[in-house]
């Protein structure tokens, strides 16, 4: 842990990696605080980044600095890490994130259709609460797009093969499980943190 890091840091993070980052911060940054959001406000870019404006803005009433564990994942969201004192992690989405560049865009060009752990559970409320479809127009939406569908297995909770093999077959795609090493998840906040504390901003 730098020496800048400490309870004056807070880690602000979407719920898609919660189990994750539990247990990244458990082994590496225990006396950091996180503030997970909600990964469904991604369904509506305009609530993520009114949410991530009001919690920063407290985070930084309050006296801390901020790490944001995102991608670029509203139009705001350059405006939100350009503040002095908050950082955001180096990536483009989540999986890229997970994944690393190279990986990710390996995979994104054979068409594959990526799944996480939460999101997984949740596949039903993401495709047919929150995007409206039903099973012929998902299917035929995500076929026309996609591929194959891989999760990404990143170990710390077992596979849910019930829930995959269901949403398999809703979307009408082949599935495979791909494993993922946290490490490179891990690596992209400590490279964040560095930033932060080097970069001599105070919130």
């Known amino acids: 842990m730098s020496q800048g890091l400490n309870s004056h840091t807070v880690l602000i993070c979407c719920s898609v990696y919660k189990a994750e980052v539990e247990v990244l911060r458990q082994a590496h940054w225990p006396e950091l605080a996180v503030r997970y959001q909600n990964s469904m406000l991604h369904m509506k870019p305009d609530r993520l980044a009114k949410r991530l404006d009001t919690v920063v803005?407290?985070?930084?009433?309050?006296?801390?600095?901020?790490?944001?564990?995102?991608?670029?994942?509203?139009?705001?969201?350059?405006?939100?890490?350009?503040?002095?004192?908050?950082?955001?992690?180096?990536?483009?989405?989540?999986?890229?994130?997970l994944l690393g560049h190279d990986e990710y865009r390996r995979l994104a060009h054979e068409g594959v259709f990526f799944l996480l752990p939460e999101w997984t559970q949740r596949?039903?409320?993401?495709?047919?609460?929150?995007?409206?479809?039903?099973?012929?127009?998902?299917?035929?939406?995500?076929?026309?797009?996609?591929?194959?569908?891989?999760?990404?297995?990143?170990?710390?909770?077992?596979?849910?093969?019930?829930?995959?093999?269901?949403?398999?077959?809703?979307?009408?795609?082949?599935?495979?499980?791909?494993?993922?090493?946290?490490?490179?998840?891990?690596?992209?906040?400590a490279e964040a943190m560095r930033r932060l504390d080097t970069s001599g901003g105070s919130a």
């Open 123 to 189: 596949w039903r409320e993401v495709f047919t609460i929150e995007l409206g479809l039903n099973h012929a127009n998902a299917s035929g939406l995500m076929r026309d797009m996609h591929r194959k569908l891989v999760y990404l297995d990143t170990g710390v909770v077992p596979p849910p093969a019930t829930a995959l093999q269901a949403c398999a077959q809703y979307l009408g795609l082949p599935c495979e499980v791909h494993p993922v090493a946290l490490e490179t998840l891990r690596a992209g906040i």
């Open 57 to 97: 803005e407290a985070e930084q009433q309050a006296g801390h600095r901020v790490v944001l564990i995102y991608g670029y994942c509203c139009l705001r969201m350059a405006a939100i890490e350009a503040r002095p004192g908050v950082v955001r992690t180096r990536a483009n989405n989540c999986y890229d994130l």
